[in-house]
């Protein structure tokens, strides 16, 4: 099977639903492969699938993010190229220094209480459904980082539904197939909404502070001490908190029928912190939520033999590099015991994710509490996921919890 044939059958609703059988087929390959254009990406010269190379790649500053033509006569995209997220040095330096400030061991050590009462809450909430079953993702996998985030920003967690349906607006522009018209205008919708709900509460904050992440920002803002402008800070809170939570509801949707498939785990999660934390790099590892990221190439270049020219880009497969069986003996396999190469789950190098330590902390005190409350939790149905090869994960989940 030639790359061609793979990446359409990647590209199919039953590669949506379950790339992984093509993501070997690539792997077979070798661990870069050159491509045809294709209308879902014409830019990209080669696809990159193995450990060593992806992560070489996510580390090395002179492959770059390239802003899509025209973007800047699009809300959504003015958006992405004025973030730290989409853009390279020197402006990503300057917006990630202001940032990193956030995510401190001080303020995720502040967040655990936060965390523990946000997750014994939902539980409680799921503990009262009348026949026991409920929306796992709804009533768990969603609110959990949701509020935590919420909480740690300064929304009001009245906002979060509406929220959601603008975040859900922006994740399907940015699939591998969502660049039609109609999501590039459901996108732009959603990028012009948050701006203008995030510029009134900065407003409101600087009326009213308080002690939540917006409120420092904004006085770090007005007092001239970081090197921001108000249009980046919205840009980036808007990036930030999509980030944020989205990737954490697919790591405890996508694990959660992982975990069911091994009773053993489930059994003694509630009591062994080693294996919590093993249990989400586990689910991380083998369901990323994030299939996909690109790269430019700074120069005519050759990856182990496929040759890429100057500013072509190579779409970097990280779902694929997290199960190469160059790196991980029996890829497809769930070990929470599991040692070797950490997972690119979060990427690598200057992008990697600034909310990578609270989605873990998430995980690590969320799923034993879970189990512990309900370990007779079963899903009643097949889950189907989102669609979406950029973010893959499921987004209804029924589950029984076993009275």
């Known amino acids: ?88 040095p020197p402006d990503h330096t300057r917006m990630r220094h202001v940032f990193s400030r956030t995510f401190t061991p001080r303020r995720l050590g502040a967040l655990e209480p936060v965390i523990l009462r946000v997750v014994d809450e939902l539980l409680d909430r799921m503990a009262d459904a009348g026949d026991g079953v409920v929306d796992f993702v709804a009533d768990f996998a969603y609110p959990i ?20 349906e603008c975040v859900e607006r922006i994740d399907e522009f940015l699939d591998v197939a969502g660049k039609t018209p109609q999501r590039l205008a459901a996108a732009n919708a959603a990028a012009r909404d948050l701006g203008v709900f995030y510029r009134e509460l900065l407003g409101h904050r600087r009326r009213v502070p308080g002690d939540d992440l917006l409120s420092g920002l904004v006085e770090a803002l007005d007092s001239g001490e970081v090197e921001l402008t108000e249009e980046e800070l919205i840009s980036n809170l808007i990036v930030l908190f999509n980030a944020s939570f989205v990737t954490t509801v ?15 785990t489930v059994a003694a999660l509630p009591t062994d912190a080693t294996l919590a934390t093993g249990c989400v790099d586990e689910v991380l590892r083998l369901a990323s939520p994030v299939h996909f990221l690109a790269r430019a190439a700074p120069a005519d270049t050759a990856l182990d033999g496929v040759p890429v020219a100057k500013d072509a880009n190579v779409l970097i497969m990280i779902g694929a590099a997290n199960r190469d069986p160059a790196r991980f003996p029996a890829p497809d396999t ?59 994960g499921i987004d209804k989940l029924l589950v029984s919890t076993g009275g």
């Open 334 to 392: 769930f070990d929470p015991t599991r040692s070797g190469p950490a997972s690119l789950a979060f990427g690598a190098g200057l992008h990697f994710c600034l909310g990578a330590a609270v989605s873990r902390l998430e995980g690590r005190l969320a799923l034993p509490r879970l189990f512990a409350r309900f370990p007779a939790l079963a899903v009643t149905e097949t889950p189907t996921y989102s669609g979406s090869l950029f973010l893959r």
């Open 1 to 88: 099977m030639d790359v061609e044939e793979i990446l359409t059958g990647l590209y199919s609703e039953q590669g949506r639903q379950d790339p992984y059988p093509w993501y070997a087929q690539l792997h077979r390959l070798g661990p870069v492969s050159a491509v045809p254009a294709r209308p879902e990406h014409p830019t990209v010269a080669a696809v990159a699938v193995g450990y060593d190379l992806v992560d070489g790649l996510l580390r090395a500053a002179e492959w770059t993010k390239q802003p899509p033509p025209g973007w800047e006569e699009q809300e959504i995209l003015r958006t992405f190229q004025t973030s730290m997220m989409f853009i390279n």
């Open 145 to 164: 980082p949701a509020l935590v985030m919420a909480e740690f920003i300064g929304i009001p967690a009245g906002e979060l539904p509406w929220y959601r």
């Open 250 to 264: 697919y790591m405890f949707s996508n694990g959660l029928p992982l975990l069911l498939a091994h009773p053993e």
